[in-house]
């Protein structure tokens, strides 16, 4: 790197950025809160995706001490549709830490910063110069490619080492007082200019002695080792509806309290390992658990039938594959949750990516049964060969959802109830969708 070079990059690239500088919301101060959030929630996440989502959120947690001492329910609902929602709960829990250890305010401290949940070095780096103006480097994806296409820097940004490299030579490019400015006139020029896989390097404004475009690497530029494909998953999700007084209703669970999505919505769905999948299945895994689990196993094989008249409908592949899917998820949901639900037809399906998983979710719609913990009474018939779906079984239908004797973790919802609850994207287009086609 060159003196002359980096005092023209670092002088040009201000200049065109006090000059060019998007209006966006979170620059309308140097408030620390509102800097902190906008940087989270940009976090693998489009500006104008965030653009809404930050406005509503900072309306309705407008401080550290408000988003602290808010219910955490409350803040899912609020990311609901931004993804990697562990951003939020690591952002509540950081201003809770904020209100505790600092009095509600984010400190100018490096360390104090740092320390907060959910906040490493590049966004400790932005909070620093954004907020305080101090000349720290925040270095992310577009700042690693700037500058390795700037300086023809050809490691692996892959690796922590290439890293730190990038954030010594942002750190020596920060202009004296401008510390703020030029991060954000960095990640400008990557996000709008310097971008993946076609920079514009006739617009951009340190063009000039840029190495990597007088190399002509600037399309190679930067080396990055790919990162392992997401595995693909198949999951079976039913629409189980009510009767009586839940008539209309849909039956929900809640996630666990930790974990992926942890303590969000969905639909009732399973992991669809079929008889000699390497993967195996928590229905396998998990029968064998008694009487219940018996009766789980008996019903749910009865319920065969109702797969078998899906596939009776037509000889096609993906007919039969429908069968097979609705068997199964008969069967796994009795043996992991004790539901005895009938399948009555596939109704879509539906995509969702994750960081290192793709879920395709097949959903079908479902008749509740009963839950085998309070329908001990309904095993002896069960065993006996009573087809799941018979007048014997399903009469117990209307009874155990009219009573309310839901496990905890469940319960019976309507369109309205969606503005309560927090559901994993995926789960919010289908029950949409669901709604649409009823009105």
Not at 342 to 352: F, K
Request: aromatic fraction near 8%; glycine fraction near 8%; charged fraction near 25%.
């Amino acid at each position: 790197m060159t003196t002359e070079a980096a005092r023209y990059f670092s002088r040009e690239l201000l200049s065109w950025y006090l000059a060019n500088r998007r209006d966006l919301p979170w620059r309308q101060n140097r408030d620390p809160y509102r800097v902190w959030v906008s940087e989270i929630m940009l976090q693998q996440t489009r500006v104008d995706t965030v653009i809404p989502f930050y406005e509503r959120f900072m309306a309705k947690f407008p401080t550290a001490a408000a988003l602290a001492e808010a219910p955490e329910a409350d803040v899912l609902k609020s990311w609901e549709g931004l993804g990697y929602y562990s951003r939020a709960r690591n952002l509540q829990a950081g201003a809770r830490e904020v209100l505790s250890r600092h009095g509600g305010i984010v400190p100018d401290d490096k360390e104090a910063v740092a320390a907060l949940r959910g906040i490493g070095p590049y966004t400790t780096g932005a909070i620093m110069s954004i907020a305080f103006n101090r000349p720290e480097p925040a270095v992310d994806g577009n700042v690693m490619r700037v500058l390795s296409r700037y300086f023809c820097l050809e490691e692996d940004i892959a690796k922590p080492a290439t890293r730190v490299g990038i954030e010594k030579i942002a750190a020596a490019l920060i202009p004296e007082g401008a510390a703020g400015d030029f991060n954000q006139a960095l990640m400008e020029l990557g996000a709008l200019v310097c971008t993946p896989k076609s920079p514009g390097c006739l617009t951009c404004p340190v063009m000039q002695h840029c190495e990597g475009r007088m190399a002509g690497k600037e399309h190679i530029l930067p080396i990055k080792t790919k990162a392992k494909p997401p595995r693909p998953e198949t999951r079976l999700a039913a629409i189980i509806t009510g009767s009586g007084e839940h008539a209309g209703r849909i039956l929900v669970r809640q996630r666990p309290e930790s974990g992926l999505l942890a303590q969000m919505w969905e639909l009732p769905h399973v992991l669809f390992a079929p008889e000699g999948d390497s993967s195996g299945s928590t229905a396998a895994k998990r029968r064998g658990r008694g009487a219940a689990a018996k009766a789980a196993a008996a019903a749910a094989a009865e319920s065969g039938a109702a797969a078998a008249q899906l596939a009776s409908a037509g000889a096609g592949a993906a007919l039969e594959q429908h069968a097979r899917q609705a068997d199964f998820i008969s069967r796994a949901l009795s043996a992991e949750e004790g539901l005895l639900v009938r399948p009555t037809s596939w109704w879509g399906e539906m995509e969702h990516v994750f960081s290192h998983i793709v879920w395709d979710v097949q959903v079908f719609r479902a008749e509740f049964g009963f839950w085998l913990q309070a329908a001990e009474k309904q095993e002896t018939a069960v065993l006996a060969g009573v087809a799941a779906e018979s007048a014997v079984l399903y009469e117990a239908s209307s009874a155990a959802a009219d009573s309310g004797a839901l496990p905890t973790n469940y319960r019976w919802i309507g369109p309205e109830h969606m503005k309560e609850l927090a559901f994993p994207n995926v789960f919010v287009r289908i029950l949409r969708d669901y709604w649409n086609e009823l009105d």
